[in-house]
């Protein structure tokens, strides 16, 4: 599958172009352009308005004017240093130009007393004498027609300046193709886009500084372009993975019902529906490939267990990975009761495991014995074989990229992936990331947990925190208390959770304080965890090791300090930790006053609701998508024109013309269908491109 002919001129070097040298291609690599057609995509971020005006009385200072001036006297400086000043006059007023750091000569030909010029540039008042200092252009009348009324100002890096850039797209928007339309006819009219040449030669020629919003038409044309390309190649994975040959593992009900039997309550509508779903799936001879999100204790445990349960059912083995140990720890302790209701042998599996121990586990594993095993990331290990692997379930996606889900489904010649997210994503970034999944979403709480109670508390009270504290374990209640990460340092992160161990426990006494952080020997960590979930210490200080996942019923107290520090995703994860028992659950935001207002904003959104989804969408609003999920980590693509925060919506439309297409035209095969593919190969989705000779 070759790059199609129409498109070589935009993949040659960048050397080909005019007035690029090896030294500018090299400066232009620190923008990510690397051929002709990167700089295609490399669209001016605003426009300086050049219009002609007849005098500066025209305008009001500071603000850039063009116009034409009859140069008079120059005035060298008089020490060294010292600014060199030109007397121009336009058609209505005398101005002087500033210069600093220039050689004379080189100014009186460019300036020659008596003639006519025309000068750009930022007009200010000084000393209450308007001045242009060091003009952007100074042109001779004749020439005036190629400054344009609009200029574009592209993004800079290291080396490259605004001519060198404008110059090279300029050459590179020479070898623009005519190529046929991709976008479905009826969408590109009722939005009133141009065709895909017209809009990126538009978007590079703005006629206004309106037109390099990301509102404008031939701008919102080109990101949906972007948007398409990469739903496109989701949908084409998903399309691949799904005919990916799976096995049909159809459950009995039987394992299924003893663990249901065990629990005190009936599982929640959405839980039922949400393993319907799942059932459906793995029922089927195709690969399942979906994401279960839902809430903060929602209850994905249970639908996990269950979907695990189908495995072994249908004869084969399941497994769940988790991000960290104290994750896959907590995974095994609330697996158990279900798994010995069940009858199902459950084992956890960890870099920690060594020699002997680890070596009869793997063969309890080969052979079969092992029906469902919990582990961290030891499970991709070489020499970890499964019996029968049906189904891989993989929590806590944020910390698992596309790239490892891939290989999980490696591991099962063709295991069902089924991947929980801890808190809701919002549907945009679900979309961008996960638009290669199925989604089923736990949107109830199950019975018996009670709201949480959140208040806002200055840092300047912390005795008056401490002693209610002390009141609260006295009446044999349990709490967590969250130190921050300050400035993302080790050292000081570990220092400020040391040193409110060191005070709570003066205040509190011995043994009824525990102490946790990131710096710890797992096995101590893993010993302190034990201690408070067996009730023996009261009070757990802790960094954010246990935002996820931990789930102590007795524990309905959580005090976060320097609340306005941390993200409200991870605030919101933090409190789900309270309020899985039936005791009335309090949550304490401390701050340092005073709060900035984005700091405000956070805290008053955690403090009116608990729905996750409602503070997912916030927080993406708040602090942007590659933040959201830390981009590197994320998979999430980078895309140069679109804007994940604000075009969500046209996501959307995306997604489903995307989905629209490949269902009508799996093969891309259609006069449409061979514009597509020319998308992907500009785009660089030549991925999807293989996943189309795959299939």
């Not at 008042?125 to 609009?150: I, K």
């Not at 954010?544 to 306005?564: D, H, K, L, W, Y």
């Not at 956070?602 to 409602?614: P, S």
């Amino acid at each position: 599958m070759s790059r199609p002919e129409i498109l070589f001129p935009l993949f040659a070097d960048l050397e080909t172009l005019d007035g690029v040298g090896p030294k500018t291609a090299k400066a232009f690599a620190g923008l990510g352009v690397t051929r002709p057609k990167d700089l295609l995509f490399l669209l001016p971020h605003s426009a300086v308005d050049r219009s002609r005006r007849r005098s500066i009385r025209e305008v009001m200072p500071p603000v850039t004017a063009t116009v034409e001036v009859e140069i008079g006297a120059h005035y060298p400086p008089r020490r060294k240093g010292g600014p060199y000043r030109i007397a121009v006059r336009d058609a209505e007023a005398e101005f002087t130009l500033v210069f600093f750091h220039a050689r004379g000569d080189y100014l009186t030909r460019l300036l020659p007393q008596g003639e006519r010029r025309l000068v750009s540039g930022r007009i200010e008042f000084f000393d209450g004498m308007a001045q242009m200092v060091h003009p952007d252009h100074v042109l001779r009348p004749e020439e005036a027609a190629d400054l344009p009324a609009c200029e574009p100002v592209y993004p800079l890096a290291a080396g490259l300046t605004q001519k060198l850039v404008a110059k090279a797209a300029a050459a590179a928007l020479e070898r623009l193709p005519e190529l046929a339309e991709w976008i479905d006819p009826a969408l590109k009219a009722r939005e009133g886009w141009p065709d895909w040449a017209t809009a990126v030669r538009a978007s590079h020629a703005p006629a206004a500084p309106a037109d390099v919003t990301p509102t404008a038409a031939a701008r919102r044309r080109l990101a949906y372009d972007e948007l398409f390309a990469h739903q496109l190649t989701l949908t084409l994975a998903r399309a691949t993975r799904r005919r990916g040959k799976g096995q049909a593992s159809v459950g009995t009900g039987a394992l299924q019902r003893r663990a249901l039997d065990s629990l005190p309550f009936a599982p929640t509508g959405a839980q039922t529906r949400a393993l319907s779903e799942v059932a459906a799936d793995m029922a089927t001879p195709l690969r399942m490939n979906r994401l279960l999100q839902g809430d903060v204790g929602a209850g994905k445990t249970l639908v996990a267990f269950l979907a695990l349960a189908i495995a072994v059912e249908a004869g084969g083995q399941g497994v769940m990975m988790a991000p960290t140990e104290i994750l896959a720890r907590q995974h095994v302790a609330s697996l158990a009761p279900l798994a010995e209701a069940a009858g199902i042998r459950l084992e956890l599996l960890t870099g920690r495991d060594k020699g002997a121990e680890r070596a009869s586990k793997l063969a309890a594993l080969a052979s079969g014995e092992i029906g469902v095993l919990v582990g961290t990331h030891a499970v991709f290990q070489k020499d970890v074989l499964f019996h029968d692997l049906r189904l891989a379930i993989v929590d806590e996606q944020h910390r698992f990229g596309v790239a490892q889900r891939m290989e999980l489904g490696a591991k099962g010649a063709a295991a069902d992936v089924l991947v929980m997210t801890a808190t809701p994503i919002p549907r945009s970034l679900a979309l961008a990331s996960y638009g290669d999944m199925d989604v089923s979403v736990l949107d109830e709480k199950p019975p018996g947990r009670s709201p949480v109670k959140t208040a806002l508390v200055s840092c300047e009270r912390m005795d008056e925190v401490v002693a209610s504290l002390a009141h609260a374990v006295a009446e044999g209640r349990q709490a967590y208390w969250v130190c921050p990460l300050v400035e993302d340092s080790e050292a000081v992160d570990y220092a400020s959770a040391e040193a409110r161990f060191q005070h709570l426990r003066a205040a509190l006494g011995e043994g009824v304080v525990g102490l946790v952080h990131g710096q710890m020997a797992p096995a101590d960590k893993d010993a302190a965890m034990a201690r408070f979930v067996a009730g023996e210490t009261r009070v757990l200080v802790a960094t954010t090791v246990i935002e996820v996942g931990v789930n102590v019923p007795n524990a309905s107290i959580m005090v976060i300090e320097r609340a306005e520090i941390f993200g409200l995703a991870q605030l919101h994860q933090l409190r789900g930790r309270v309020g899985r028992g039936a005791a009335q659950s309090t949550c304490l935001l401390m701050y340092q006053p005073p709060l900035a207002e984005s700091g405000q904003r956070r805290l008053t959104i955690l403090r009116e609701t608990e729905d996750g989804f409602r503070i997912a969408e916030e927080d993406l609003a708040i602090r942007g998508a590659g933040d959201l999920i830390g981009t590197a980590q994320s998979g999430l693509p980078r895309f140069r024109i679109a804007d994940l925060e604000r075009q969500a919506a046209l996501m959307e439309l995306a997604q489903s013309d995307a989905r629209k297409l490949l269902n009508d035209d799996p093969a891309l095969a259609s006069p449409r269908g061979q514009a597509a593919r020319l998308l992907l190969w500009l785009l660089d989705q030549d991925r999807a491109i293989r996943l189309l000779s795959v299939g």
